[in-house]
C-alpha cells in the first residue's frame, strides 16, 4: 500500500467528513496544552526565536477546525510570554503540513474568519501570522535547513510509511492481534523503528539547535503488542470484516491482504529510537487516556452502561470511519458497502464498552535539538 499516495481524511463537511468528526482529535490536542506552554517558556534560545519571525510547523494538521487551534493556541502562548519577560511579539509563521491528498481547501476557507477573530480578540496585541500549507510526507524533507523553531504533530506519527513488509500470513487480522504469526508483530515493530528514525534525522536538519518538538501519537500501555489499549479497536474492525466475508458482502482474498499502516509503540520502544537517534534530547515523556467515544466524560466506570454503550458505539465508528474510509475504498474498492462495515462495526464497540470500557492510549513528548 502506497500510503503517501492514498492517505487522508474524508473530506468535506458532510456527516462522515472529518470535519464533522473530529472532536477526538481536538480533546487530544487540548490535553497537550501544558506541554505545549511548558516546551515553548523553556527553549533555550527563546529570546532570538522571538526577534524577528518564529516558525511554528504543524505535521500531519489533517483538515477542518482543529488545524487552526493549535496557531490560536501557540499565539495565545506566545503572548502571554512576550508580556511577562517585556518582549516585542514577534512574527508568527505557521506552516501546516500533511500528506497531497489532504484537505487543504477546507483549512483555506476558514482563513478569512481566523485571521478576523485574531484582530477581534487580541486588538492592539494583534501578532502578525502568516499561515501556509507544506504538502509531503513527514518521512522525507518539508523545510530548509535549521528554519523552524517549533514542531508540533498530534495523532499522526502513529502512522506508519508504509504496510510492513512480509505479513501476507496476517490473513484474518488487519493490525497486530492475539491470532497474528509472531513475524507480524516483528514486522511492525521494525518499521516503526525505521519510520520514526527517519522522522527524527529529517526533523533534525530542519530544527534550528536549541529548538523544540512536541509530538502526540497513539501508544500502548505495555510491552504487549496486543494489549486492548493499543489493538482492541482494530481486532473488532476485523471481526466487522470477517462477518462480512462469512455473509457474502466482502471477498475473502481482500480481507486477508488488508493491513492498516498503523504501530502504537510503548514507552521503551520510543526512548530508545529517540536514543538511537540522537540529535534530539527527550524532556517530557506524559501519558493519558481518552475514551473511544470522545464525547463520553465517564472515566470513572470499568464498564459502560447498557444505556450509553449504543450511543458510545455509534459516535466511536463515526471517528474511525471518518480517518479510515479512504483507506479501506482504495483497498477493497466499490466490492464494500462501508455502511454496513461501520454499522456492524458500531454494534461490536457497543457489545465490547459494555463488557470492558477500554480507552485510547496516547503519548506526549517534548525534544529539543541537541
Known amino acids: ?18 470535519a464533522s ?51 490560536s493556541m501557540v499565539i495565545d502562548i506566545v503572548l502571554e510570554l512576550c508580556k511577562e519577560d517585556n518582549y516585542e511579539a514577534p512574527k508568527l509563521q505557521v506552516c501546516l503540513n500533511d500528506l497531497f491528498g489532504n484537505d487543504f481547501n477546507t483549512i483555506f476557507k476558514l482563513l478569512s474568519n481566523f485571521y478576523a477573530n485574531l484582530q477581534k480578540e487580541k486588538g492592539e496585541n494583534i501578532v502578525s501570522c502568516f499561515v501556509s500549507a507544506n504538502p509531503g510526507s513527514f518521512y522525507g524533507r518539508l523545510f530548509q535547513d535549521e528554519s523552524v523553531h517549533l514542531v508540533h504533530s498530534s ?36 518499521q516503526f523503528h525505521t519510520d520514526f528514525i527517519k522522522f527524527l534525522q529529517m526533523r533534525s536538519e530542519e530544527v534550528v539547535h536549541g529548538g523544540c518538538m512536541v509530538l502526540t501519537f497513539r501508544g500502548r500501555s505495555s510491552a504487549d503488542p496486543t494489549t486492548d489499549d493499543g489493538a482492541r479497536i482494530f481486532e473488532l474492525l476485523a471481526q466487522s470484516l470477517l462477518d462480512m466475508v462469512k455473509e457474502g458482502l466482502v471477498q475473502e482474498s481482500y480481507m486477508h491482504s488488508f493491513n492498516v499502516p498503523n504501530y502504537a509503540p510503548c514507552e521503551d520502544e520510543v526512548r530508545c529510537t ?25 472515566y470513572t466506570n470499568v464498564k459502560d452502561l447498557d444505556e450509553h454503550s449504543h450511543i458510545h458505539g455509534e459516535n466511536c465508528a463515526n471517528v474511525l470511519r471518518a480517518v479510515y474510509e479512504p483507506l ?34 496516547n503519548v506526549v513528548i517534548s525534544l529539543t535539538r541537541k
Open 1 to 18: 500500500m502506497e500510503v503517501e499516495n492514498i492517505l487522508h481524511m474524508n473530506i468535506g463537511h458532510g456527516e462522515s467528513s472529518y
Open 21 to 71: 468528526n473530529s472532536f477526538l482529535q481536538e480533546s487530544v490536542i487540548r490535553k497537550t496544552l501544558t506541554v505545549l506552554q511548558d516546551t515553548i517558556k523553556g527553549m533555550v534560545n527563546i529570546e532570538a526565536a522571538f526577534s524577528k519571525c518564529f516558525v511554528l510547523a504543524d505535521l500531519g494538521c489533517g483538515t477542518g477546525t482543529n488545524t487552526l487551534l493549535l496557531a
Open 155 to 190: 495523532y499522526a506519527v502513529h502512522w506508519l510509511s508504509q504496510v510492513p513488509e512480509g505479513i501476507e500470513n496476517n490473513k484474518e487480522n488487519i493490525y497486530m492481534a492475539k491470532s497474528s504469526p509472531l513475524n507480524v508483530f516483528e514486522a511492525y515493530k521494525n
Open 274 to 298: 529517540i536514543h538511537d537517534e540522537g540529535s534530539f534530547s527527550l524532556d517530557t515523556f506524559n501519558v493519558f487516556q481518552v475514551n473511544w467515544d470522545p464525547y463520553d466524560t465517564d
Open 328 to 361: 479501506l475504498t482504495s483497498h477493497f474498492g466499490n466490492l464494500i458497502n462501508i455502511d454496513v462495515l461501520f454499522q456492524k462495526f458500531q454494534k461490536l464497540v457497543a457489545k465490547d464498552l459494555a463488557n470492558k470500557k477500554t480507552r485510547h492510549f
